[in-house]
């Protein structure tokens, strides 16, 4: 069977998460209920990784083994005429060898969180990032983040029922930035561990309204110990926004 690598942006916002879950509104549940309706008979789609309940993506990839050959672009229209009122679009269509896989193939991924500061609520944002009714330092918090750059053991901004064998991940890059109103967070690594960013987010966040010193980001993660983390962010601001592969 051919086999289709598709480009998924979706408003997790509606949904218990990416992966399917019995009884539960989903994304992947979603898009395969589409392409079941297409192709006749059940389809199973393959993510590049895990999405939480409330996370966004611009550009999740997953690939899909499709019954026969078929246009990609028309395959791509086809899902997102069944896919209906659900926020989820597929915005491209490809077709790749037979060995390749979404998630084992993916040499990286990056992931931005958006903090918007200010005290009024949000009208047409809500959702879709985090608001905080206080000042915060981007500059601060960039400084601070440089300590959780490279290899290390991440125990500290590990949930409690991550399934990972290892806490030890890698952080290619972390940069925290200033955008019009907004503080960009964005984290790139080839993998992470459950809720990894929205923990190094909260706790980015401490020191840029003021109440952790910079320094104290790097003596958390020296802890290994979940309780030295600070609170976790919400979902609402973490967008999946690129998945790399090979080099």
């Not at 019954?67 to 491209?92: F, Q, S, T």
């Not at 990056?110 to 200010?118: A, M, S, T, V």
Request: proline share 5%; charged share 25%.
């Amino acid at each position: 069977m051919p086999r289709y690598a598709l480009t998924i942006e979706y408003d997790g916002g509606p949904y218990f998460g990416w992966q399917r879950q019995e009884g539960l509104a989903t994304v992947q549940g979603a898009i395969e209920t589409a392409a079941t309706k297409i192709a006749g008979k059940a389809v199973d789609l393959y993510g590049s990784g895990r999405t939480d309940a409330g996370v966004h993506a611009l550009a999740q990839i997953a690939h899909i083994d499709w019954p026969k050959e078929m246009r990609a672009d028309k395959l791509r229209d086809a899902l997102n005429y069944h896919l209906g009122d659900h926020p989820i679009a597929v915005l491209n269509a490809r077709a790749v060898d037979d060995d390749f896989h979404a998630r084992f193939d993916a040499t990286a991924r990056e992931y931005l969180y958006r903090i918007c500061p200010r005290r009024p609520h949000l009208a047409l944002e809500a959702g879709r990032v985090w608001r905080v009714p206080y000042k915060v330092d981007a500059d601060i918090m960039h400084e601070a983040a440089q300590a959780l750059v490279g290899p290390h053991d991440f125990t500290t901004f590990r949930d409690g029922q991550c399934q990972a064998k290892s806490p030890e991940k890698t952080l290619d890059k972390i940069t925290v930035l200033r955008v019009v109103d907004e503080v960009h967070i964005t984290v790139k690594a080839r993998s992470f561990l459950h809720k990894q960013v929205r923990s190094i987010v909260g706790t980015l966040n401490e020191v840029g309204r003021g109440k952790w010193p910079a320094r104290q980001v790097g003596k958390a993660l020296a802890a290994k110990d979940r309780t030295a983390c600070g609170p976790v962010a919400p979902p609402d601001g973490l967008y999946l926004v690129k998945v790399a592969y090979g080099d």
